[in-house]
């Protein structure tokens, strides 16, 4: 079974993710699972498997924390560190369509919270990320 929580890095397929992230070799290497998760859940035409709903949400708290230090910890990554990515107002918009399509009505992921009975809790976390990913730099 599984690892599930509450809290966006408490689910096997986010932390798989951020293991991918902060072991990249450098920074373009992590933008690059960055972007590649982001772009695959942005451009999803079908219902979004839950993996991959998943991994847009545990990239958009990547790109979060890069706007809003201390992000990852409150999601549960603890004192993660990670290549510093560079994020582009293209980045945020990209980051913004793939979130809202992961926590959208055709994502398993969504499906999943319904079912657990936790997507309230869920959701002011999916919140949190719009809100970091916002701020004016």
């Known amino acids: 079974m599984g690892s599930w929580g509450t809290n966006i890095f408490e689910s096997d397929e986010t932390l798989d993710f951020l293991d991918e992230f ?44 890069s706007r809003q230090p201390g992000t990852l910890a409150a999601f549960g990554a603890g ?11 293209e980045l945020i918009q990209l980051t913004l369509r793939a979130v809202d399509a992961a926590w959208g009505p055709d994502s398993e992921w969504m499906d999943l919270w319904i079912e657990s009975g936790n997507e309230l809790e869920y959701a002011t ?13």
């Not at 373009?28 to 709903?53: F, I, N, P, R």
């Not at 004192?79 to 107002?89: H, L, Q, Y």
């Open 22 to 65: 902060t072991e990249s070799e450098d920074a373009t290497a992590a933008l690059q699972v960055v972007e590649t998760a982001l772009a695959t859940a942005a451009a999803y035409d079908e219902v979004m498997k839950a993996s991959v709903g998943a991994r847009a949400i545990a990239a958009g708290a990547i790109v979060a924390e």
């Open 79 to 89: 004192e993660t560190e990670g290549p510093k990515i560079a994020v582009t107002d």
């Open 125 to 137: 976390r999916i919140e949190k990320i719009r809100n970091a990913l916002n701020l004016k730099s």
